[in-house]
């Protein structure tokens, strides 16, 4: 089943984003290379693709478990949880429908 991991980050974040990424991405990437990363991405805080100083407001990120229970564990040792990026996240199942 795949699941939605929203996050959300505290203010003035993106210092810490850019120390913890390394991390972040590698364990998306192995997510990916094992075929269970649907889509993943940041929210930028500005209405453009490169928000700069500004920074993010959290993430998103889809991909597939095999219990709602493997989905919050993978998202609790997020690099970004342990760096202080991250206020809250939230855990749903997902129900991929288009396209």
Known sequence: MH???????VENSLSM???ARPAHIERLQALKA????????PHPALDTPEPGDAGFTGSLVI???DSLEEA???A?????????????V???????VLP
């Not at 699941?3 to 980050?9: F, H, M, N, Q, V």
């Not at 609790?76 to 809250?88: H, L, M, R, S």
């Not at 939230?90 to 991929?96: I, N, Q, R, Y």
């Open 3 to 9: 699941y939605a991991i929203i996050s959300e980050d």
């Open 17 to 19: 984003r850019q120390s």
């Open 34 to 41: 094992e075929g269970r990363l649907l889509v993943a991405g």
């Open 63 to 65: 991909a597939e478990f």
């Open 72 to 74: 919050r564990a993978w």
């Open 76 to 88: 609790d040792a997020d690099p970004y949880i342990e760096a202080g990026v991250y206020q809250k």
């Open 90 to 96: 939230t855990v749903k199942p997902f129900k991929p």
